[in-house]
């Protein structure tokens, strides 16, 4: 298999999928963790810094920016899809 | 060869939250491989993907193709004997990532191109992927190991439900019970009045112990409807004319009242439609309302019994003088099993309460401690008969 760089070949919205071009890759990744896994959804609403860390299958390690930043969506988020809205429009640059 | 991808401008990137959506709204597995497979294109264009899962000895379940042709569906495979399948397909550019949890296999995601080759990026947005989708494959084996939150969650209402009927029932023939010892009491008090040789009101004493002794029958006929769970008050309710109900639950009280001269009773009856209701439970809820007054007025006082009509309402207070019910008490005098009396189950006022709704009406209440309280009953006066008074 050969291994070549064609950045072009990537689309816009792939982009934050990238650790080198999201400005929040943690919180990205907590996104799409969260996205596929409504238990883990759940858990991160009512329980952010504890359930991102301590995860056992995908821990996702937070520093204080993310942390405050998760924290402030769960105090405005009442429901699932609330948290997930506001989380993911973080990651594509949404002031907080 | 670099390694580093270079900045995009930030002006496009801004689609990333349409992807989160469409996997979250995913409600069970199928529906988030259709959510994968329409997201797929913005995240790895040109891009075939296979999904191996549910090991069997050596080989995996198929469970999911990104290409409507050619998808191996529900066939087992090894890794290795997918790759060429996909490969004698004229997919030559083929990556396999493990899809692992806890340290668990779970799994292959198998990442195929037909004519370019995998970047450092994309193999990034596949690892990327591989995450969500182990993600996802978890959540979906830990669901299929776990009752159904749904089924779990009505079984436990239903139990609840069948829990309050229950004590409902027995709050109920508690409260039955409750009234018909008050019955019986008068009963026993217009016996004990008789024995007095100097008495001379036989048939007015007899007839209400006869009184007396129906309602407490229907009282216990209500106690096995209810026992038996069946309804209360089919064919019971009729026309009820309140003066008369107020002059025969004071002959009642009689038995109550003579002992306590230092309690002066006053009637105020004015002329009222009659109402639909049932005159023995009737009875039952204002004997209740008298003997709480009674029971208020240790040191003696007044009670004061007043109907009137307003509007389509007619309205009956029953007051005292006596000890009032605190701001504390008053927020639970309607609760079973609350009393303020010296004795008593502290049933009839829920019990009143119960019987009034159920005609439609209501029972509220004003209190003052040191100075009394007046409860006032409100029942629909009924239309039809509006133009028949009883005074």
Redesign the interface.
Known sequence: ???????Q?????????????STRPAL??L???????????AHLLHDPLNAAAKH???PVWLDDRDQATLADICTRAQT??EF??D???V???APV | ??S?????P?S??????????L??EAEDLPS?FTALQGSL??????TRLDILSDQQHCAYQHLYCSSPYKTFSNESHTVASLTKLLHNQGYY???NIELK??GRDIGWLILSRQN??????????GN??A??????L??EQ?AQTQPEPDSAYHQIKELQEELQAWQQRTLRVTGTAHDIRNLLMVISGYAELLTDPNVATFQTDIQAIRRAANDGQQLLRRMLNIATNASPRVGESSVALLPTLIRDTLRLAHPFTESRRDITIKTVLEPVPPIQGNAAELREVLLNLILNAINAMPQGGQLTIHNFSRGPLVLITVSDTGVGISPEQQTRIFQPFTTFKYQGSGLGLSISQSIIEQFGGTITFESSVGQGTTFTIALPALQSLANYVEA
């Open positions: 298999m050969s291994i070549s760089r064609t950045p070949a990537i689309p816009n919205s792939a982009l934050r999928l990238l650790p080198g071009q990205t990744r996104a799409l963790l969260a996205a596929a896994n409504p238990s883990l959804a056992p299958h995908y699932i899809d997930l809205a989380l993911a429009d990651v594509d640059g | 060869m670099t580093s991808v270079p900045a995009y930030s496009t990137i801004h689609t990333f939250a349409p992807i989160v959506r996997l979250a988030f294109p913005h995240m790895l264009p040109a550019h083929v990556t949890s806890m370019e080759s995998f970047t450092t990026s994309l193999l990034a947005i990327q992927l995450s969500i989708i182990a993600m996802r978890v959540y830990e």
